[in-house]
T-cell receptor, first 114, second 121 residues
Framework: RKEVEQDPGPFNVPEGATVAFNCTYSNSASQSFFWYRQDCRKEPKLLMSVYSSGNEDGRFTAQLNRASQYISLLIRDSKLSDSATYLCVVLGDAGGTSYGKLTFGQGTILTVHP | GAVVSQHPSWVICKSGTSVKIECRSLDFQATTMFWYRQFPKQSLMLMATSNEGSKATYEQGVEKDKFLINHASLTLSTLTVTSAHPEDSSFYIC?????????????????FGNGTRLTVT
C-alpha cells in the first residue's frame, strides 16, 4: 500500500463547478497534512494546511479524519485558474530520519474548462 | 519572494558528464534540506535528506554514489548527479525548512526551490 494515495483523476469540470479530492494515508502517526498545488513544470506551492477541525480558505475547504486516515479538499465555484495538479502531502515528524520528511501523493490533475 | 533559491533552472548535458545543482536558503538557516525528483506525470519522490555537517540520508533505491549530496553550510546544499545518463533526466527539486529556535523544532511550511529540469542526451 502506498503511504499516500489520492483519487486517480483526472477531473475535467466546467467553470463554477464544485469538485472534491480525496486522499488516504497509511501511517497513523503522521502529524501534519497539507494540500499543495503544482502547475505544469513548476515547483509545488502550498495551498493550505489541513487541521483536525477542518479549515476553509475562500473557495477551498480541507478536512481531516484521523480515525479513517482520510483527507479531503473541496473547491467551490471552480475557476479556470484552478487548473493544476493537486498534491496531498503528509509530514512525518517522528524524529530521526523522518523528521521533516514530506510524502507526496501521486497528484490529481484538475482541468477547469469554460 | 523566494526563500529557497535553486540553480540552475534547467540544464542539458551529454551522457557521462556530471551535473551539480545548488540549493540555497535565502533568509533563514536550513539545518535540513530535502532533495526530490519528479518524472513526467508522476509525483515528487524524496531522494535524500541533507543534514548540515553530516552525511545525507538516502531513500531506498537511491544510489548515494551516483547522487552526491553536500550540505556544508546552513544555507547551501548541493546535489551532484555523477556520470549522468538519459534515464536520470528528470525534474529535481530541493526544499528546506526554517528552524524555530524558541520551540526547538522545524517551522512549517516547507519552502521549495523552483526546481531544475535536467535533460541528459
Amino acid at each position: 500500500r502506498k503511504e499516500v494515495e489520492q483519487d486517480p483523476g483526472p477531473f475535467n469540470v466546467p467553470e463554477g463547478a464544485t469538485v472534491a479530492f480525496n486522499c488516504t494515508y497509511s501511517n497513523s502517526a503522521s502529524q501534519s497534512f497539507f494540500w499543495y498545488r503544482q502547475d505544469c513544470r513548476k515547483e509545488p506551492k502550498l495551498l493550505m494546511s489541513v487541521y483536525s477541525s477542518g479549515n476553509e480558505d475562500g473557495r477551498f475547504t480541507a478536512q481531516l479524519n484521523r480515525a479513517s486516515q482520510y483527507i479531503s479538499l473541496l473547491i467551490r465555484d471552480s475557476k479556470l485558474s484552478d487548473s493544476a495538479t493537486y498534491l496531498c502531502v503528509v509530514l512525518g515528524d517522528a524524529g530521526g530520519t523522518s523528521y521533516g520528511k514530506l510524502t507526496f501523493g501521486q497528484g490529481t490533475i484538475l482541468t477547469v474548462h469554460p | 519572494g523566494a526563500v529557497v533559491s535553486q540553480h540552475p533552472s534547467w540544464v542539458i548535458c551529454k551522457s557521462g558528464t556530471s551535473v551539480k545543482i545548488e540549493c540555497r536558503s535565502l533568509d533563514f538557516q536550513a539545518t535540513t534540506m530535502f532533495w526530490y525528483r519528479q518524472f513526467p506525470k508522476q509525483s515528487l519522490m524524496l531522494m535524500a535528506t541533507s543534514n548540515e555537517g553530516s552525511k545525507a540520508t538516502y531513500e531506498q533505491g537511491v544510489e548515494k554514489d551516483k547522487f552526491l549530496i553536500n550540505h556544508a553550510s546552513l544555507t547551501l546544499s548541493t546535489l551532484t548527479v555523477t556520470s549522468a545518463h538519459p534515464e536520470d533526466s528528470s525534474f529535481y527539486i530541493c526544499s528546506a525548512r526554517d528552524f524555530d529556535r524558541d520551540r526547538g523544532r522545524l517551522r512549517s511550511p516547507l519552502h521549495f526551490g523552483n526546481g531544475t529540469r535536467l535533460t541528459v542526451t
